[in-house]
């Protein structure tokens, strides 16, 4: 009602006089309606409906403190390590389980006996605070700019040659420290890390599930194998990092199977050894479908076929899965006969 | 499904009372008889698509070779015989009994060698390291299975199935066999022990009795999945609950 009030007051007061005589006086279509009148509520006109009220958000809140006290007690009662049936979900940590209903429970009864109150007790007439300038008065304005050029003259700036040229050659120079800092990142550029694995010409594939060294004969058509060089250690500070570019599966195919030449050139027996490791985004890709000798990946449906030099059947991956030349050594074990030829994983920048 | 487990088992436990005496004389009467059987059995069920001796067709594969735990794992879950082809048989209810599966399977092993049924001791959790199992699923199965067994989609309408609730025998045979698209993992590779552990891992992540303390497992997804999860139904339902708390009061009716 009072910005009704407000908004007509505040109409130009030169606006009659500038449109008169160009159209017929109508009324404002976007005319401000202000707010509508206050309808009051059953708890405003009826004193038991405002007692019934009063007894609901009482009774939340004594439901929550009952919540918060059956939490502490579940807390000092049920063992840690119980587990309780429970129907659609299973078998639960009892602790979990009634801390976590107990804890809600009190939390939401605080909410709820809250916002209950605010609907229902508490005034909801709606008032209306116009807002102020926020500019300042024009004798506080001229003092400060006063102020300022006082201080400006004092601090001699513009007179003292010297301090203004050697300042600005400090506040110059500065920002070299930050350059020179970032010139050190040049030391931690990937150099050859993106191209190089821990395979080279000679390690011996070592089965991860056993760690012992491969044989040919180990392997079957239609297994999957996964295999790892030798001398590395699960243990070691850097293996992740090194199992991440050079993790390895070894599948066996008929030779006659084999649609890629230099697949086949670099098999041992007709067992190839291609990365894990997409080409696309480099999700760990050991889906293998035995019949279809297709391996799939998990993240974007890359398919790549085993069979035909890990061509890429389907999906967005954009290179063939690297393969790792593998021979027989004279120990009757699989090794490496090289690292890969070309860079595991997902394109990069330099990749070419 | 209950009385079906309770034949199974009932008839599993009679083969092991009985079978002693039938391994003692391997090449005995009882043998060539079980294989007499298996072979009648074969020819009506079976030799429509594998071939009349078993040595494949353009419908079905050759089972030679194949072994008698191929035969107990794809004939004992129902996959075979096959309903209708597909993309991949599914699980289902097992047409033949514990002993014409047995026969079938002494039929397919006298036709080349393969992977033997295992032995309830390979497979059972006794003595089992369940850690070392999680580690070689996650090596060696989670890329299909997830994390905890839960299977998932794989290409043109096939998929790894949820492994919970299945007979840990026939997880075992699984593994050996790698029936259908599953690669297979031979002793050679997968140590006998190595299975064991796996075995074990699975009945304590994914079985009726395994404990999950946080509640909805929400597949086995992962932390990350849990969080988009809590971040869209828990936010949305927070917004919902908003709104309606924002919305007008309820009013007294004008009288």
Redesign the interface.
Known sequence: MSSQEHSEAALPSGRGDAHEGTVAARSDPFADPGLPPHEPRVQDIDERAAKRSERVVAFLFTLSMLATVAFIVAYVAIPVDRSVYLFPIGRVSATNITLGTTLGVALFCLGAAAIHWARTLMSDVELVDQRHPVESTPEIRSKVLADFKEGAAESGLGRRTLIRKTMLGALTLIPLSGLVLLGGLSKAAPGTKLRRTAWARGKTLINQNTLQPLRPEDIEVGSLTFAMPKGMKEEDHDFQNQIAKAAVMLVRLRPEDIKDKKELDWSADGIVAYSRICTHVGCPITLYEQQTHHVLCPCHQSTFDLSDGARVVFGPAGHALPQLRIGINKDGHLEALGDFAAPVGPSFWERG | MVVLLFALAVTGGLYAALAPADSARADGPAQSLAIEEGRKLYAVGCASCHGTGAQGTSDGPSLVGTGPAAVDFQVATGRMPLQQHGAQAPRKKAVYSRAQIDQLAAYVASLGAGPAVPAPGQYSPEGADVAKGGE?FR??CS??HNFTGKG?A??DG?F?PNLHGVDPRHIYEAMQT?P???????D????PK?KKDIVAYLGTVNS?????????GLGGFGPVSEGLFAWIFGLGALIAVAVW?AAR????K?S
């Not at chain 2, 698209?181 to 031979?186: A, K, L, R, T, W």
């Open positions: 070689l090596l060696n890329q299909c998932g794989l290409s096939k790894a790698g259908q698209n599953m690669p297979s993992f031979p050679t590779v997968l140590s190595n009726s009795t395994s404990e999950n303390p946080g509640g909805f708390v009061t309820a009013k007294a004008r």
